[in-house]
Nanobody, 124 residues
């Protein structure tokens, strides 16, 4: 079972940039999709960006044009480059891995693994 560790969070000023990293315990090219989610205080956890093993990407409307998700297979790491940060980007950011599966051990058709989260605070 893959393990994920996020890093790179911190405190930045509005308009600044930061890159989050998600290091996986094994090769990410065998994982169907990986993504970044965020959860602000009192809010639901929402998808920020996702990338498939084939390189396709998907972004939440709120971050399109500002955030970029990418993967480095050699380093078993997925990144989230965040530019033009806004105070509303403040949240705990979680890395996620998704693997499609079948059988009794996979009733939803997929399995998800989550990292521990890394905090981003954007000051105005």
């Amino acid at each position: 079972q893959v393990q994920l560790v996020e890093s790179g969070g911190g405190l930045v000023q509005a308009g600044g940039s930061l890159r989050l990293s998600c290091a996986a315990s094994r090769s990410i090219d065998s994982i169907n999709a990986m993504g970044w989610y965020r959860q602000a205080p009192g809010k639901q956890r929402k998808l920020v960006a996702a990338i498939t093993s084939g390189g396709s990407t998907n972004y939440a409307d709120s971050v399109k044009g500002r955030f970029t998700i990418s993967g480095d297979n050699a380093k078993n790491t997925v990144y989230l480059q965040m530019n033009s940060l806004k105070p509303e980007d403040t949240a705990v950011y979680y890395c996620n891995a998704l693997e499609y599966c079948t059988g009794y051990g996979c009733p939803a058709g997929y399995l998800e693994v989550w990292g521990q989260g890394t905090m981003l605070t954007v000051s105005s």
